[in-house]
């Protein structure tokens, strides 16, 4: 019966792939010999296919192999190593030398040099330009002066157009000076945002083309973008150390609908998914169906979380009540019941996979202790009236939010609900605003793969992600102090120390990390799932027939 | 018609910018978005402005066939050339699906009225009305996938090919099937009993003709009426199938779009979808007259 299923699905297989390779009025052409094509799972991008512009993994996807950066994150490991650099050096984590490796081409063919990236990123960081990205670049000497007066870009223009901190020294040469020390730099220089941009970006930068089919300097280029998928075939110019396999890589929209997506790859209409259905993750089916060699679970750079609200009276300097909350969500349950897996519990604020992670950060609040919950939630005054746990309605939170309400209804009698927002979008508004009270959901998926990612923008004053209000200036200055430090090593030490302050007053309840399944078809060699869950492009291979 | 496009966008302009939320929100990634990022949004897309004139800035391209640019910086026109074709392919499947199979359960059933055929076609049409059409889109994707027959009919149809859209056909046509011969059956029963159907076999004629001819044909108006209106429906209201199987089509492209708040997708959609319904109409008062000359168009 097994070999029977081979057999069938690799003439469904060349069906499909006779299906996919022509064009959308479904002329059966053959694809191109040599590499073969994989098919992986996609889905619409939110912005414009400009490193500058991404910040969501439907586009960032499709980035990641098309732009190549400074330095690119192994695969394996995720640690930082040289892609375009040569070299970058640095005395005192604030002055960093960047020597480039000479001919690195773009998919135009033009060569990538030193004002490549400093013209990219003055453009990313100049206010007007309106790039959803531009706050990467704050760590910049200068990125003040290119910043609307009164955040008013109408009214005011910014005093420059250039970062003071960016200076180029020759044509493969440049220096990166930080305002602050930043002792992550290295890391950060990874993620597409700092990807250099080609000379004809910046003939047309409003270009919708160049937004659809932009040239990087990645091994692939996109050479079709439509509604239903995104095709890549190799940069011919591509002279980098991750140079792909494959001659075609499509990136096939699904639009989140997991049930099409799984039957496809059953189907062998799709070599990588990494969504699976709520009915298959129970009791792991989806593994027993497929096997375990063309599975894998990761756990990824994400975390979730109950924020605490800023707002709320009741929580105000009163941390053993939060920490009483924590106490009696049942994670481990919940995660297997409701996740079927598809969750860790979290047991800091700090996702496993990053570099200087710790365990155990969170203490107390995340060990399920139904009966000394109760005590200390009577001995903390307790929660008057309706407690309210706020999740959006869009994205299949609302059967942990009443698992979670359950669990806090009896081990401390405390009157939960569950507040349904329409979208994502209303709930982020209405913390915002200062709305919800209670608890509300937040969740963040990691920029770099470095603890710091996970604690400066969520925690820190004044950062846009900060929902819970967090100021402690002793948090500050550690944060300042990682920064600033000269060795990776040291700076993890003093994150760590950040985090376990976070442990003195909750002002976010950790509840799990994500865990990304990932399948594979039958037919994909070399599958290499990175730290990111996601499949590394450039090394996948496909069976020759 | 022209009052019926003007009213049609306005109110649904009003609608999706009515809903709670921003259009950027969520393009983030689980962040906000910078201040200058929204602020540059707002200017290139109009929304500084009040919504009535951001109406008729609209207004104004759309009376020179200009769809407008949506808030992926698509054209509104392209994106629905990519979907249109599509739907109007799986349309038009469901439907022949449908006259196909519902008229000639209908025919057999009429005929032997009370019989076996009968009431099997009765039941069994109630059984498929009543079985959501998620249930049936997953069911018989299951089912190919167990007998192996994804070559023949693929369990998705993500570039919309005639091959791929045969199976999210069948089941979208599954349930007007069911309406259809149910119709025609009635009908049939009906007429069956009238004078002139009397008259007819007292002047010798074949059973064949009787039926064929002079009885089916007059039993057809209701549901030509049924299969206009659902050939409007089916365009836009496919957004169960379309989600099964995987197609690209306009129901979809509605719903995704009022998710994101993307108004100018959305009302340029929906306009297209008021003339499709429009030209139904239109195509299903011709059609009365060829079936009965009696209601003529003069």
């Known amino acids: ?545 | 018609m022209i009052p019926v496009i003007i009213g049609a966008t306005f109110i649904l302009f009003v609608l999706v910018f009515a809903l709670p939320g921003e259009p950027w929100q969520g393009r983030c990634g689980e962040r906000e978005c910078p201040a200058s990022y929204i602020e540059a949004f707002k200017r290139e897309y109009n929304l500084d402005k009040p919504l009535l004139l951001q109406y008729l800035l609209y207004l104004g391209k759309l009376v020179q066939g200009d769809l407008g640019v949506n808030f992926y910086n698509n054209r509104v026109i392209d994106e629905l050339a990519v979907r249109y074709p599509t739907t109007v392919k799986l349309a038009l499947i469901a439907i022949a699906v449908e006259i196909v199979i519902g008229i000639a359960a209908g025919l057999l059933a009429g005929i032997n009225k009370g019989r076996f055929l009968d009431s099997l076609v009765v039941v069994s049409t109630l059984v498929v009305v009543s079985i959501p059409v998620f249930v049936i889109g997953s069911v018989s994707q299951w089912g190919v996938l167990q007998l192996h027959l994804n070559d023949i009919f693929p369990v998705t149809a993500a570039q919309g090919t005639i091959k791929q859209l045969i199976l999210p056909g069948f089941v979208l046509g599954s349930l007007s099937v069911a309406y259809v011969a149910r119709l025609t059956r009635t009908n049939l029963v009906e007429n069956l009993r009238a004078d002139y159907v009397r008259t007819a076999r007292a002047k010798g004629l074949s059973t064949g003709r009787v039926i064929g001819v002079h009885t089916l044909r007059n039993s057809l108006i209701p549901v030509v009426t049924f299969i206009g209106y659902d050939f409007g429906s089916l365009m836009g209201g496919a957004i169960v199938t379309e989600r099964i199987f995987n197609i690209n089509g306009i129901g979809g492209f509605i719903f995704r779009s009022i998710s994101q708040r993307d108004g100018v997708s959305v009302v340029g959609a929906v306009t297209v979808l008021v003339l499709v319904y429009l030209v139904a109409n239109l195509l299903v008062d011709l059609l009365y007259g060829v079936l009965d000359p009696r209601i003529s168009h003069d």
């Open chain 1, 1 to 545: 019966m097994r070999t029977r299923i081979r057999a069938l699905s690799a003439a469904a297989l060349v069906a499909a792939a006779l299906v996919a390779t022509g064009c959308s009025s479904g002329d059966p052409t053959p694809g191109p010999a040599g590499g073969g094509e994989v098919v992986l799972r996609g889905c619409t991008a939110q912005n414009p296919l400009l490193g500058l512009m991404t910040n969501e993994v439907c586009g960032g996807h499709v980035l990641d192999v098309v732009t190549s950066q400074l330095m690119r994150y192994d695969a394996e490991t995720a640690a930082p190593v040289y892609d375009i650099a040569e070299s970058i050096t640095t005395d005192d984590a604030q002055l960093f030398t960047v020597k480039l490796k000479k001919g690195y081409l773009f998919s135009d063919g033009t060569e990538v040099k030193a004002e490549n990236f400093i013209r990219a990123w003055n453009y990313g960081a100049y206010a007007p330009n309106g790039m959803a990205q531009a706050t990467f670049f704050e760590p910049i000497a200068g990125y003040a002066d290119l910043q609307c007066p009164g955040d008013d870009c109408d009214a005011n223009k910014p005093p420059k157009e250039e970062l003071e901190g960016l200076q180029q020294v020759d044509e493969y040469t440049f220096t990166i000076r930080t305002t602050e020390p930043t002792s992550n730099m290295e890391l950060r220089l990874g993620y597409t945002v700092f990807a250099p941009l080609p000379e004809a970006f910046f003939a047309d930068p409003k270009s919708a083309e160049f937004g659809r089919t932009p040239i990087g300097s990645g091994p692939y280029k996109v050479t079709s973008n439509t509604a239903t998928e995104i095709v890549m075939e190799p940069n011919e110019h591509y002279t980098g150390a991750f140079k792909g396999k494959v001659d075609r890589i499509v990136y096939r929209i699904y639009d989140n609908d997991s049930s099409a997506a799984w039957a496809d790859l059953l189907a062998g209409n799709l070599d990588f998914n990494d969504i699976v259905p709520g009915d298959q993750l129970v009791g792991d089916a989806w593994i027993a169906e497929l096997g375990q060699e063309r599975t894998v679970v990761r756990t990824s750079g994400t975390i979730e979380v109950l924020t605490v609200s800023p707002n709320d009276p009741q929580f105000k300097d009163n941390p053993k009540l939060r920490q009483a909350i924590g106490q009696a969500i049942d994670r481990e349950t919940i995660t297997r019941e409701i996740y079927g897996g598809s969750r860790t519990p979290a047991t800091g604020w700090v996702a496993p996979v990053v570099d200087g992670y710790l365990a155990d950060q969170c203490g107390k609040a995340c060990v399920y202790d139904p009966v000394q919950a109760k005590i200390d939630y009577d001995a903390a005054g307790g929660y008057q009236g309706i407690l309210s746990v706020s999740v959006n309605g869009d994205g299949g939170h609302k059967d942990w939010a009443e698992a979670v309400c359950n669990n806090l209804r009896n081990n401390l009698g405390a009157d939960c609900i569950v507040n349904l927002t329409p979208d994502f979008r209303t709930l982020l508004n209405q913390a915002r605003d200062g709305e919800l009270m209670g608890l509300f959901r937040n969740g963040w998926v990691m920029d770099y793969p470095s603890i710091e990612n996970f604690l400066t923008p969520i925690y820190r004053v004044g950062a846009a992600s900060n929902y819970s209000g967090y100021n402690n200036p002793e948090f500050e200055s550690t944060l300042t102090q990682a920064a600033a430090a000269t060795n990776l090593a040291q700076a993890n030490e003093l994150y760590q120390a950040a985090e376990a302050m976070l442990a003195q007053t909750y002002p976010t309840l950790p509840m799990w990390y994500r865990t990304t399944p990932a399948a594979w078809s039958t037919r994909v060699d070399n599958v290499v799932v990175t730290k990111m869950g996601w499949i590394d492009a450039t090394q996948v291979t496909v069976h020759q027939p």
